[in-house]
């Protein structure tokens, strides 16, 4: 709801102004900018608006400069309305919550929800009061004393593909229009670059460099790091074919991968896909072809880093590729113990 209302008064702003919409020098005052809402739902929580103007701005400030990520964000933002809606349900002011009331609240989302979810509520609470404290808003943190529930991650759950369906996948795909081309290349590059989708998407056409007789991505990742990873001889393959097709090797600052416009996939638009476009992509293509599992956009980088493991790659190297700060978090990506398990129990034969 944050990044909601925040994007839409962007998006105001870059609207021509006429004289009607030039700005005046009074500033809007907090009934009016904390009684707005974002598809029915209040901006601020009646719990912080109650607290007075300061409070109400510290909470804002919270969201808009003190979190980056747009989908931190808005799950924090999300985490935070949910709490307070919980408290108000109880007849709870913001001075008055208690670490108990903080307690009971996990306790209680625990029985619906799972480990992780609670934690993240718990975590979005936490750092909240932390920064009411910095701002004078509240003497003290009543989440700071409360723990949350355990949960140890060995393996990820997001699906991955086998080698034989990934190219059943990739071979299905034809290479008759623009837009088959450009699904064939964002597959590709999020298999054998292990990019995150939200890299990929944001790639422009100038992140496909030379490098000596070969080629080289570069992917924004998260946190605003740069990263440049070696083209893979396919990815090359599939990336050039693309942009031959697209038309699109002198627009060196457009975007890489854009949408299609009208049914038929023979022309792109100027326009960025997104998450969504690509996850819709992927769905369709793969149950045009009978995978029915619950793949997704990070099913790729996942498949990616499990066949280079299960071909003998180093996991301190696959950390590196896959832009990763830990190995602990890239050996989650590891399926190959999962495929052993599996080849020892056809082992049963009656």
């Excluded at 029915?40 to 912080?48: D, E, K, N, Q, R």
């Excluded at 890489?256 to 476009?277: A, I, K």
Aim: one cysteine or more; a positive charge.
């Amino acid at each position: 709801m944050i990044t909601s209302f925040i994007m839409r008064d962007i998006r105001a702003k870059e609207k021509p102004m006429t004289d009607e919409s030039l700005p005046t020098i009074v500033s809007p005052t907090a009934t009016e900018i904390f009684t707005r809402s974002v598809a029915g739902v209040a901006l601020i929580p009646s719990m912080i608006a109650e607290a007075g103007e300061s409070a109400s701005w510290r909470y804002v400030d919270f969201f808009t400069s003190n979190i980056r990520n747009p989908n931190t964000r808005r799950a924090y933002s999300r985490a935070c309305q949910t709490f307070f809606a919980w408290c108000d349900e109880r007849g709870l002011s913001l001075p008055t919550i208690r670490p108990y009331d903080v307690a009971t609240y996990i306790e209680t989302r625990g029985l619906t929800h799972s480990a992780p979810d609670v934690k993240q509520q718990l975590a979005a609470v936490r750092m909240l009061f932390d920064w009411l404290i910095t701002g004078q808003v509240v003497p003290t943190n009543p989440a700071a004393a409360v723990r949350g529930p355990k949960h140890v991650v060995k393996t990820g759950k997001t699906p991955v593909l086998e080698g034989g369906e990934w190219r059943k996948l990739i071979d299905a795909i034809p290479t008759d229009t623009v837009r088959d081309l450009r699904d064939r290349a964002l597959i590709a590059t999020l298999t054998y670059s292990f990019a995150r989708i939200t890299a990929a998407v944001k790639m422009k056409v100038e992140d496909l460099r030379p490098k000596g007789a070969s080629w080289q991505i570069r992917l924004h990742e998260k946190g605003g790091k740069e990263h440049a990873m070696p083209c893979h001889h396919l990815l090359a393959e599939a990336l050039h074919a693309y942009i031959a097709a697209a038309g699109i090797a002198e627009d060196r600052k457009g975007y890489l991968f854009r949408t299609s416009r009208g049914h038929r996939g023979v022309e792109l638009s100027s326009e960025p896909m997104g998450q969504s476009d690509a996850w819709r992509m992927i769905r369709k293509r793969a149950v045009a072809v009978g995978i029915y599992a619950p793949i997704g956009n990070h099913s790729f980088r996942a498949t990616g880093i499990t066949a280079y493991l299960a071909n003998g790659g180093a996991l301190e190297h696959a950390q590196e590729m896959a832009a990763h700060e830990s190995p602990r978090t890239t050996k989650l990506y590891d399926r190959t113990k999962e495929r052993l398990t599996q080849d020892e129990v056809e082992r049963i034969r009656l």
